[in-house]
């Protein structure tokens, strides 16, 4: 089945620097990848997600990218704001019911 | 619109008590998903439903069963509660088609403790 790594699971930066997290996935067959935030004592929500007939999207300060070949995706975050702070996961999907298998998720703490 | 509601939001059972926790989505979703969450571990799948009448077991699945009592609802039931068991329960719901990935939508989760 899906496996997938996500790294660091720790990450704290200035505001306004650039936040960069990185997730691997072993099925090649995969094709979806979302990334989801959850704010302290939240529901995950979806933030940004990518198929894999393109190497990249964004969306105003968020981006991610794909490298089908090497298997990982990342989340960039330009220009971080302290509402920016919160857990990020990263998932694939296993199988082709439409579950997902998560990553470990990563806690960015941007410091104002 | 609701979304995905969970009930209840807090509990707390001792060893070897049941319960079942509650999830309904009014979106029309054909897939139900439940999740545990602990610290450090992400969010591990516990069972799912791909559509109404149809339920698997997920990564983490032992101790627990899933109900799909019809399109909306997806109960999930701890038989004899065990203080591993002390997480947050995540439900979710996806528009997901076979072969085609599609965002998921969470509850606001229900924080269980076991003593």
């Known amino acids: 089945g899906e496996n997938v790594e996500q790294h660091p699971s720790t990450l704290s930066v200035q505001e306004g620097d650039s936040a960069v997290i990185k997730c691997t996935y072993s099925?090649?067959?995969?094709?979806?990848f979302p990334w989801y935030k959850q704010e302290l004592g939240k529901r995950p929500q979806l933030i940004i997600d990518?198929?894999?007939?393109?190497g990249e999207k964004k969306d105003q300060r968020i981006a991610v990218t794909l490298n089908k070949t090497a298997k990982h995706f990342s989340l960039h975050i330009t220009e971080t704001q302290p509402e920016d702070s919160a857990v990020y996961f990263c998932?694939?999907?296993?199988?082709?019911?439409?579950?997902?298998?998560f990553g470990q998720g990563t806690t960015l703490q941007v410091k104002p | 619109n609701a979304g995905v509601t969970q009930t209840p939001k807090f509990q707390v059972l001792k060893t070897g008590q049941s319960m079942t926790l509650q999830c309904a989505q009014d979106?029309?979703?054909?897939?139900m998903y439940w999740y545990r969450q602990d610290p450090g571990m992400g969010l591990r799948l516990i069972y799912y439903?791909?559509?109404?009448?149809?339920?698997d077991k997920g990564e983490v699945p032992n101790g627990y069963n899933v109900s799909r009592l019809n399109k909306r609802e997806f109960s999930l039931r701890l038989e004899s509660a065990a203080p591993s068991q002390t997480s947050v329960y995540f439900c979710?719901?996806?528009?997901?088609?076979?072969?085609?990935?599609?965002?998921?939508?969470f509850g606001p989760g229900t924080r269980l403790t076991v003593t």
């Open positions: 979710a719901s996806s528009e997901a088609q076979a072969g085609v990935g599609y965002e998921q939508y």
């Open positions: 099925d090649s067959a995969s094709n979806y």
């Open positions: 990518i198929r894999s007939n393109v």
């Open positions: 998932a694939a999907p296993s199988g082709n019911t439409g579950k997902l298998i």
């Open positions: 979106m029309n979703h054909n897939s």
């Open positions: 439903s791909a559509s109404e009448g149809t339920t």
